[in-house]
């Protein structure tokens, strides 16, 4: 039976089975379980480490809590196994940096963010180069000795965090400048390099509409003899309209309203309030207007102005949800909120939203969790600390992440620890594109896009011995929903609009784009440039007219026939019979360029 226990944690979940079919003994199997931790004298690895690890946390969940048997061995690796499952206090910084390596990539991380809640209780302190020894003890054995890379894998997320501090410490940017991290990479182009635990996951975009069911309506009454002056009347049924059937067909009937008498009683609480017996309406007068309005609010009750801005005057009737459909409204290419706070309120809702891939979101999902109120939620077990983030941490270190740009109206708080996030989220889009194509080497953000769709658009490469050297690239999803493709400026040339033409489908630009980016700005109050308000002033745009350029030489594609356009120069086409995006009636073909090539034409 000894040898039967090893790394796999599904064999320790049987032992309860075998005590409850009193197959062994609980005395039996916990002489078994401390037997295996005498035999292993020294850790090479970690599955015989991983095979303490289960020994010890079985040994303690079938003897009651006990761990005494486990602390007499007096063996390192045993203490610092109690430690990380909360069963003493007793902590070395210093046999963690020797021993980190050995842990699972999730323990890795439940480890380091414990650190740092230690480290915010004042439980204890450390340093930023004596966190960056945690790990950085064992990444020289991790690269050279390759019974390690076979045997398991380093939590690279963790260490990237390190180097991406380490990096903004000393450059003002998140770069991860790590042999680790190029070797993984580029070892293995196929793999998405992704950090999953230290930023805060998309649950969905939390969008508002209007949900015009009210439980009654307020209007202002004009007094019929002086008409300057008005009072609000407020009404609501005494029964509700209902539709019933039966064995000769549909009838309406009246039910009791269920919330009448509360409504009532409501009603009555405000102050000066009068029933109009005649009006059948109860009466307020307009000097109550707060009053009113916070009733109306608090009991959705329509409010009808004779200014009739329905919309300003009923925000209480906005509900909010991030489902659609039933399901979490998460915006494609979006796994971490990345989202932009905007200066000023929303125009509609008068509310305070984020602007994320193009739309309003009106809750960020980034949560202060050293906030004393923060509470975590239907997860009982989990700790406090498992919820910290990039952003909690950073903090943590009193270290400031806001991006000043030149202009003080774009000053964007955390904006640098959100272009990391938009970094992030545009690798999990586009990793295979953010390689340079002169050295392999990946390529790294040049700064917060302004309010443009994805928060990084432009790249370029980092690599001070490369040919591409800061060369600026932009990357961007196709204008074409249906077409998917990665628009990528070293492979394709602008059109005439300054827009990078897809190699796939040809789109570029539209006037619905133009126009509805400085409807954008103008909501968000951020910077217009000149030229995008002549392109909307002059309705400019190439796909509303079917004009489609080659992106190889930017020339006019020939149309051949409805969906089929050709360069004659690079033997280019595009072929728009799967798009149906693309062939919607609103396309201007009578406002096309009048030298637009034809097959017909000469």
């Given at each position: ?135 950085r ?67 969905g ?7 015009w ?47 009448f ?85 929303h ?25 004393n ?21 950073l ?7 806001d ?46 896009s ?8 432009k ?62 700005l103008?909501?968000?109050g951020?910077y ?45 086409s ?10 919607k ?8 360029r ?9």
């Amino acid at each position: 039976m000894i040898n039967y226990f090893d790394y796999t944690a599904t064999k320790y979940a049987e032992i309860d089975k075998w005590i409850d079919r009193k197959i062994i003994s609980i005395d039996a199997i916990l002489n078994v379980l401390l037997t295996i931790l005498k035999n292993i004298k020294q850790i090479s690895n970690r599955k015989e480490f991983y095979t303490k690890f289960y020994c010890i946390k079985k040994y303690i969940s079938t003897n009651k809590g006990n761990f005494e048997q486990i602390s007499l061995l007096n063996d390192t690796f045993n203490n610092l196994i109690l430690w990380h499952l909360n069963y003493t206090d007793n902590f070395d910084l210093n046999l963690l940096k020797k021993k980190f390596i050995y842990f699972k990539p999730d323990d890795q991380v439940y480890i380091f963010k414990r650190l740092f809640y230690l480290k915010h209780t004042k439980q204890i302190d450390f340093n930023f180069d004596e966190l960056d020894e945690i790990v950085r003890a064992d990444i020289s054995l991790f690269l050279l000795n390759e019974k390690f890379t076979n045997d398991f894998v380093l939590d690279i997320s963790t260490h990237t965090i390190i180097e991406a501090i380490k990096s903004y410490l000393s450059k003002g940017n998140f770069l991860f400048e790590s042999d680790l991290i190029l070797k993984d990479l580029k070892n293995n182009r196929n793999k998405k390099f992704k950090i999953q635990d230290y930023f805060e996951q998309c649950n969905g975009r939390m969008t508002a509409e209007y949900n015009w069911h009210s439980e009654g309506k307020i209007k202002q009454i004009r007094f019929p003899n002086n008409p300057e002056l008005f009072y609000y009347g407020i009404e609501f049924p005494t029964g509700i309209e209902r539709e019933g059937r039966n064995y000769y067909g549909s009838y309406t009937y009246i039910e009791k309203n269920p919330n009448f008498e509360h409504l009532k009683d409501e009603v009555k609480k405000l102050p000066k309030v009068k029933w109009n017996p005649e009006k059948k309406h109860w009466g307020v007068p307009a000097t109550y207007k707060d009053e009113v309005y916070l009733f109306a609010k608090e009991n959705r009750f329509f409010i009808e102005l004779e200014n009739k801005k329905h919309y300003d005057n009923n925000i209480h009737l906005v509900e909010f949800s991030k489902y659609k459909d039933n399901e979490p409204n998460i915006p494609i290419g979006i796994n971490f909120c990345e989202g932009r706070k905007s200066k000023i309120l929303h125009n509609k809702f008068k509310n305070e939203f984020w602007w994320c891939v193009n739309e309003a979101c009106f809750l960020n999902a980034e949560i202060n969790h050293l906030d004393n109120s923060f509470k975590p939620e239907n997860e009982q077990n989990k700790k406090i600390w498992e919820y910290y983030t990039l952003l909690d941490i950073l903090r943590i270190l009193g270290i400031n992440t806001d991006e000043n740009k030149s202009s003080p109206i774009d000053f964007v708080k955390d904006g640098n620890y959100y272009k990391l996030i938009g970094h992030i989220n545009a690798f999990n889009r586009l990793v295979e594109k953010l390689y340079c194509l002169e050295c392999g080497d990946l390529l790294y953000p040049t700064e917060t896009s302004h309010f443009a769709l994805y928060r990084d658009v432009k790249f370029h490469c980092e690599n001070q011995n490369c040919n591409q050297y800061k060369k600026v690239i932009y990357l961007n999803h196709c204008l074409n929903g249906e077409c998917a493709n990665i628009v990528d400026s070293r492979v394709s040339k602008q059109c005439e609009l300054k827009l990078y033409i897809c190699d796939k489908c040809g789109t570029c630009c539209s006037f619905a784009m133009f126009k509805r980016r400085l409807e954008n700005l103008k909501l968000v109050g951020g910077y217009i440039h000149p030229e995008l308000v002549e392109n909307v002033e002059l309705e400019k745009g190439h796909l509303e007219r079917a004009e489609y350029y080659c992106y190889k030489c930017k020339k006019m594609m020939t149309q051949i026939s409805e969906n089929l356009y050709k360069c004659n120069s690079c033997n280019v086409s595009y072929d728009f019979e799967k798009y149906k995006w693309l062939n919607k009636k609103w396309t201007m073909k009578p406002y096309r360029r009048k030298d637009y090539p034809l097959q017909n034409n000469k």
